[in-house]
């Protein structure tokens, strides 16, 4: 499990250093189940049990490390369980238990990260990792009309850099705007990755899932390389 984790810390550090988690923003959320050892599986719940707003029955019994709500990036780069906690979802599937380490609530994003979770495991995708963060030039991009069109900014931004199209091979969904933490935001994003890789939420950030936080993170980064050639070139008089 702690190795999983140092990756989380690594990655949360990077957030920060691009200028992509101001204040509290973004989250991360990792199935950890395999990780653990028995005692903590079977842990006494640090918390009541919390009411999700769904059966998410394919998750039944599983554990997942989720940042905290209101933490920082930085903050979570350097101390994972002052900024975080391990969750237990209940064998019904319908709530959830904080296990491990400290009673700490996990993000207001959370039934966004459970929903995506649950519909990786129903289409049998074996991806442990959601991210969420706000990289600048992707999210600016977001409040350029055309920009809202998912072909028409995934050719652009593939057009970029080559690299960008090897690695986000389906291309980038886009969610208009919604309130953040909503049942209607979850299943707007399921929607969209239904047909893409990664997705954008209008004016608010971008959520991309995998096996890897890492990897998560290394497609983001390619993704906001795209955007920000395409803003230099458009500077520059292209």
């Avoid at 002052?82 to 319908?94: F, K, L, Q, Y």
């Avoid at 991309?208 to 395409?230: P, R, S």
């Amino acid at each position: 499990m702690f190795k999983e984790l140092d990756k989380i810390s690594e990655v949360a550090g990077y957030l920060w250093e691009k200028g992509w988690a101001e204040y509290n923003g973004g989250n991360i959320s990792v199935n950890v189940t395999a990780s653990l050892s028995e005692e903590l599986r079977n842990a006494e719940p640090l918390s009541g049990r919390i009411a999700l707003p769904a059966q998410l029955k394919l998750l039944a019994g599983e554990l997942f490390y989720v940042t905290g709500t209101g933490k920082r990036m930085r903050d979570v780069a350097r101390d994972l369980w002052s900024n975080g906690a391990v969750i237990r979802i209940c064998d019904d599937g319908r709530g959830y238990e904080i296990v491990y380490k400290e009673n700490i609530p996990p993000t207001s994003e959370l039934a966004s990260h459970l929903f995506i979770h649950h519909y990786l495991r129903e289409m049998g995708r074996d991806m442990k990792v959601v991210l969420h963060t706000h990289p600048t030039e992707l999210i600016a991009l977001t409040h350029i009309d055309k920009w809202l069109d998912a072909k028409a900014l995934t050719r652009m931004l593939w057009s970029m850099i080559p690299e960008c199209r090897l690695v986000v091979t389906k291309g980038v969904g886009v969610v208009p705007y919604l309130e953040p933490g909503t049942v209607e935001l979850a299943q707007a994003t399921l929607a969209q990755l239904k047909e893409h890789d990664v997705v954008i939420w209008e004016k608010h950030g971008l959520l991309a899932v995998g096996d890897d936080v890492v990897t998560c993170f290394d497609v983001i980064d390619t993704l906001n390389k795209a955007a920000q050639i395409y803003v230099c070139a458009r500077a520059a008089g292209a």
